[in-house]
C-alpha cells in the first residue's frame, strides 16, 4: 500500500502547480484524502481534504480561492490545483488518506504519501 505524491517544484509567485496523489495498492475512491504541507520550521498543517462517496471537499482559509482539491477515480489519483501561489505556500506537501475524513482533519490518517516539495519564488 502506497501513497505517491508528486507535481512540486519551483514557480514564482503568482504561478501554477498541480500536485497528484497516486494510489498502489489502494482505491482511493474509497477513501478521504488530505493534503497537508509543512513549511521549513513550522508545524505540519492540513491544507485541504475531499470527502470519500459525496466527495465533499474542504479548504483552508488561507489558500482559500487559489487551490482546488478533486478526484480522478479512473487513474485512482487525487489532485491539489494550486493557482496565484504565494511564498509563503513554499512548503513540503504530503497526501494522505483514510477512511474517516475526521482523521484527516485531526491529522492522524493510516496512510501518508512522501511529500513533494513546493518552493514558491518571490
Known amino acids: 500500500v502506497q501513497l505517491q505524491a508528486s507535481g512540486g517544484g519551483l514557480v514564482q509567485s503568482g504561478g501554477s502547480l498541480r500536485l497528484s496523489c497516486a494510489g498502489s495498492g489502494l482505491t482511493l475512491d474509497n477513501y478521504a484524502i488530505g493534503w497537508f504541507r509543512q513549511a521549513p520550521g513550522k508545524e505540519r498543517e492540513g491544507v485541504a481534504c475531499?470527502?470519500?462517496?459525496?466527495?465533499?471537499?474542504y479548504v483552508i482559509d488561507s489558500v482559500k480561492g487559489r487551490f482546488t482539491i478533486s478526484r480522478d477515480n479512473a487513474k485512482n489519483t487525487v489532485y491539489l490545483q494550486m493557482n496565484s501561489l504565494k511564498p509563503e505556500d513554499t512548503a513540503v506537501y504530503y497526501c494522505a488518506a483514510d477512511l474517516k475524513l475526521h482523521s484527516l482533519v485531526v491529522a492522524t490518517p493510516e496512510y501518508w504519501g512522501q511529500g513533494t516539495l513546493v518552493t514558491v519564488s518571490s
Open positions: 475531499i470527502n470519500k462517496g459525496d466527495g465533499d471537499a
